[in-house]
């Protein structure tokens, strides 16, 4: 069974960075499509922030982060990173990477099949 684990959470400053990381077991990371998607307080659905295909394809960023995040993957390590850059107070949310084999990097929850408990990052103004 697929488990992630997210860590690197916690309280930043605006204008400051912070890379969150996502651990992967119980299967072939390779064989996996992974996102990372997140969630602010008081938001019932999960925004999509961006994706790499199975294939190692990464997909397009979405537009309130795009320039100030960046997501790699590195396969042998079984991880995947969420750098975070110029961080404002609207990206306090709790951060969550997924995963779907064979996944295509799609920007809907419903395809990814494993999810991660999530990581509360909060940036103070």
């Known amino acids: 069974q697929v488990q992630l684990v997210e860590s690197g959470g916690g309280l930043v400053q605006a204008g400051g960075s912070r890379r969150l990381t996502c651990g992967f077991s119980?299967?072939?990371?390779?064989?996996?499509?992974m996102a990372w998607f997140r969630q602010a307080p008081g938001k019932e659905r999960r925004e999509f922030l961006g994706?790499?295909?199975?294939?190692?394809?990464?997909?397009d960023y979405a537009n309130s982060v795009k320039g100030r995040f960046t997501i790699s993957r590195d396969n042998a390590k079984n991880t995947m990173y969420l750098q975070m850059n110029s961080l404002v107070p609207e990206d306090t949310a709790v951060y969550y990477c997924a995963a779907a084999q064979w996944g295509s990097g799609s920007s809907s929850e419903a395809h990814y099949h494993y999810w991660g408990q999530g990581s509360r990052v909060t940036v103070s103004s």
């Open positions: 994706a790499f295909t199975w294939t190692g394809d990464r997909t």
């Open positions: 119980g299967g072939i990371m390779s064989a996996h499509g």
